[in-house]
């Protein structure tokens, strides 16, 4: 018997029958048609068709990275959540990174937004903050997402993003303006992920011990400082690497660099929602900083990488739904239509019982999620024997606790579709105009040339002169730069 045969382990099949010969199909005869009867083979290949499921529709090409949170500061006084509780508290978190708009085989090194997705594993179960890397997003009703997302994605017939299809939607959407100048921007290609804020981006609630309740935003601050590309570095980049974030991420963590971010918070008491200057709810637009100013909560650290990609980023679920007790949702649209869509996208990428998955699966619970849900593909967890699956029952079941995860939202007026509620400030150009206003003169002239370079390539004058009229309404030398820029490139 030879070293090999003494010290390896035995191959086996799915099923732990011994394997005899790894190298050669069982055929008919030396050179004769295979047998349907090599129940290795076929396993073989039946499994390797399967070892890819559907990718996200948005943010599919992701890195990610396990850490924890550390409380810095005191923050009882507006929400009783308990991982936020004490300061010096450690929650173990796990953090996806994505572009939105590409493939799976996207590059990393590209114009878009970028998500930032963090999963609390909280001792009152698993808290998921679904962000970006912008405070803003392009629209703010959900029923305007799946267009949006078609608008952005490669074009059926040509299959390549097309120009004419990304700004028309842009050109009938006034309120993309305030991220469109976002992503024109300096900040829309980062140079990692490390060296990029991330968001929550949508108003959230905190409710107190008390009882109080408080509209929230997360501002999660790079500790490494702001680093990014222009067009001209980021095509060379993605051209030498296409996978340069997660490079980048990944080595950093393996030579023990161990990227930060330091949370804030802005916090609105609830009854000042109502008579705001501009509807607070509305993730196209940021709250004033000398309005609410940022308050520090304390730092994430990223310090593990994943032992397998496929199995802790592709399949690592997160959705906004996922509050603990002292945080819940706010009345922004597009966050509660995200309270849904996020956790359906799961239920069909990776089945119903994905929450079982060791990086979804809650580690406040021993044995996983204490509830009656039970079957469905892939289940593994059988509740214990004899375990009852309805509730109220008499044999010791998990009980309802009557204690609500958050203060109750007031609503008043009739069912039916309406537009947001209309405040003092609520016009779709006034915060792009203010962002371009802040900009430093090189910034600007690179803001411009970027909106230029892809308006330009826009075949109808009409969708070019309707994104036009909107930078003019930003600002009226914003629009009028960007206006000549385009006729110049038209015109060469």
């Not at 394997?19 to 030396?30: K, L, R, T």
């Not at 599919?60 to 396990?66: D, E």
């Not at 490079?247 to 804030?264: F, K, M, N």
């Not at 009980?399 to 405040?423: D, F, I, Q």
């Amino acid at each position: 018997m030879s070293q090999r045969e003494l010290t390896a382990r035995t191959l086996t099949t799915e099923s732990g029958a011994p394997v005899a010969d790894n190298q050669n199909s069982a055929s008919a005869g030396i050179g004769g048609p295979l047998l349907i009867q090599d129940q290795h083979l076929l396993e073989k290949l039946a499994r390797f068709n399967r070892e890819r499921i559907p990718e996200r529709v948005v943010h599919a090409r992701g890195s990610g990275a396990y850490g924890h949170f550390e409380v810095t500061d005191d923050v009882t006084g507006y929400t009783h959540a308990d991982f936020l509780s004490t300061v010096g508290k450690r929650t173990e978190v796990f953090l996806r990174f994505s572009t939105v708009a590409d493939s799976l085989g996207g590059a990393d090194a590209v114009r878009d937004p970028r998500g930032f997705a963090v999963k609390f594993y909280t001792e009152e179960g698993n808290y998921d903050l679904v962000g970006n890397n912008t405070p803003v997003f392009f629209i703010k009703d959900p029923i305007k997402f799946p267009d949006f997302i078609h608008s952005q994605k490669r074009d059926p017939f040509s299959g390549r993003q097309e120009p004419d299809n990304v700004w028309d939607f842009w050109a009938h959407s006034p309120e993309a303006t305030h991220q469109v100048t976002w992503l024109m921007g300096d900040r829309g290609i980062p140079a990692s992920y490390r060296h990029m804020d991330g968001f929550g981006s949508h108003t959230y609630q905190w409710t107190n011990a008390k009882g109080e309740s408080f509209f929230v935003k997360y501002h999660f601050k790079t500790d490494q400082g702001i680093r990014c590309l222009t067009a001209d570095q980021a095509a060379e980049i993605a051209g030498q690497d296409p996978t340069s974030h997660q490079t980048d991420l990944v080595q950093a963590i393996e030579r023990g660099v161990h990227p930060s971010w330091t949370l804030h918070v802005q916090l609105m008491p609830v009854a000042e929602a109502a008579n705001y200057r501009f509807n607070p709810f509305d993730v196209t637009k940021v709250w004033p900083h000398s309005d609410y100013p940022l308050r520090r909560v304390g730092r994430l650290v990223l310090d593990r990488n994943p032992d397998n990609v496929f199995a802790e980023v592709e399949q690592a679920a997160f959705s906004p739904n996922n509050f603990v007790p002292g945080i819940g949702p706010s009345p922004d649209k597009m966050l509660q239509g995200r309270l849904f869509a996020y956790a359906d996208a799961h239920r069909y990428r990776l089945g119903v019982n994905h929450t079982q998955l060791a990086v979804n699966a809650p580690k406040a619970v021993p044995g996983g999620a204490a509830n009656y849900g039970r079957d469905g593909l892939m289940a593994s967890n059988s509740q214990g024997r004899a375990a009852k699956n309805y509730e109220p029952n008499s044999y010791d079941g998990p009980v309802e606790t009557g204690r609500p995860l958050a203060a109750p939202l007031a609503v008043s007026g009739h069912t039916g579709t309406h537009e947001a509620p209309l405040h003092t400030k609520d016009d779709h150009f006034f915060q792009a105009g203010e962002l371009y206003r802040l900009m430093a003169e090189d910034e600007k002239k690179r803001l411009v040339a970027n909106i230029a370079g892809g308006l330009s390539q826009v075949s109808r004058e009409d969708v070019v002169q309707k994104n036009l009229a909107h930078f003019h309404a930003a600002d009226p030398e914003y629009g009028k730069r960007v206006e000549e820029a385009v006729r110049a490139l038209r015109e060469d």
